[in-house]
């Protein structure tokens, strides 16, 4: 059961066509991935079915939808994208950023005080979820895993790696 809801991720996987699959964030198992993908294979061409799976497989299952799901799959996109980090900075810095909580909101500091409060498990502002954005994860800040590997991307400009901050940035 999570703790926290959190929206539905959307994939969109391109071939001969395009498919566009939601899987919750919470509960989606490679059986149901499988199942969605099994579907989607019988109404388009088994070109369209094999670039859907293969993109599925590749982006969602294999990771466990909680914290250690969510940094792994961080770690694995960065680890793509040459953005430094290792599991224990990113851990380390969402216990103390957010306590693990996908959804939390900080509505007293200055940044909220400009209308700009910091979101999700790494505390981004908005502006600079969108300048660090890493293409291939949702544009969504509270997503754990774009939020993670946005601001993993804007610890590594301004500080060389997220395991170089231990305090606010």
């Known amino acids: 059961m999570p703790r926290f809801p959190l929206p539905t991720r ?3 996987a391109a071939g001969t066509g395009a498919v566009a699959l939601a899987l919750p964030l919470f509960g989606a198992t490679q059986a149901s991935a499988a199942t969605t993908t099994a579907a989607t294979a019988s109404t388009t061409t088994a070109a369209t079915a094999s670039t859907t799976a293969a993109t599925t497989t590749a982006t969602t299952a294999g990771y466990a939808d909680n914290l250690d799901g969510w940094i792994q799959q961080s770690l694995a996109v960065m680890a793509q994208n040459g953005i430094p980090g290792s599991y224990e900075g990113i ?3 969402i216990m103390r950023e957010s306590s693990g909580n996908p959804l939390a909101v900080n509505n007293w500091d200055s940044n909220a005080a400009k209308g700009t409060p910091s979101k999700g498990l790494l505390q981004i502002i908005d502006p600079t979820f969108l300048a660090y954005h890493v293409p291939g994860t949702s544009l969504d800040p509270f997503d754990p895993v774009a939020n993670i590997t946005a601001s993993c ?7 060389g790696s997220i395991d170089n901050v231990f305090g606010a940035y």
């Open 10 to 12: 959307a994939l969109i």
């Open 91 to 93: 851990h380390r810095n």
């Open 153 to 159: 991307n804007y610890a590594a400009a301004r500080y």
